[in-house]
Nanobody, 123 residues
């Protein structure tokens, strides 16, 4: 069982930056990889980024590539999502998730989910 807790959300203006963090209750990092998803109002949950705990493998959605950076801090068992040049269309509830096996962008691959955190970008 993996327990995930997100932090760092809030209300920002377009062009601002924000960093989300997800603290995971894992003891054996090699068995898992981590992802961020988001769900906009009225929309479906979509993939944002994923990373192995070593940081050697990352995946990004095309919509946020070159603006968002995913990283890990093993000492703190934390996965971070640095979001730069935020746009109003980035407004969503952001979810942290954990999975095992090959890194996937499919939410069905992820077994454990955080409760989500709101990010609102005003124009």
């Amino acid at each position: 069982q993996v327990h995930l807790v997100e932090s760092g959300g809030g209300l920002v203006q377009a062009g601002d930056s924000l960093r989300l963090s997800c603290t995971a209750s894992v003891r054996t990092f090699n068995n898992y990889y981590m992802g961020w998803f988001r769900q906009a109002p009225g929309g479906e949950r979509e993939f944002v980024a994923a990373i192995t705990w070593s940081g050697r493998t990352t995946r990004y959605a095309d919509s946020i590539r070159d603006r968002f950076i995913i990283s890990t801090d093993i000492a703190r068992a934390t996965v971070n999502l640095q979001m730069n040049s935020l746009k109003p269309e980035d407004t969503a509830v952001y979810y942290c998730a954990a999975a095992r096996g090959p890194v996937s962008q499919s939410q069905t691959s992820y077994e454990w989910w955080g409760q989500g955190i709101q990010v609102t970008v005003s124009s």
